[in-house]
């Protein structure tokens, strides 16, 4: 009895864990022509996307950097 109840403890530790990682919001920004422009607070999945693609505008693809 004591077993199952550390393996359900010990799941729903990792659940909590890796369901915060999903919710975690950063502040990002990209750099373009010299100066910092501010995308805001972006949250959950959409912060490894930007990371990984960039932002797009009508003048190109930019680096986006978060606070980790």
Request: aromatic residues 10%; proline residues 0%; contains cysteine.
């Amino acid at each position: 009895m004591k077993t199952n109840f550390f393996l359900i403890a010990a799941f729903g530790v990792a659940v909590l864990f890796s369901s915060c990682k999903k919710n975690k919001c950063e502040e990002c920004h990209y750099d373009k022509d010299g100066a910092e422009i501010e995308l805001g607070e972006i949250c959950g999945e959409e912060i490894e996307a930007l990371e990984t693609n960039g932002y797009t505008d009508s003048t190109g693809t930019y680096v986006v950097h978060c606070a980790h």
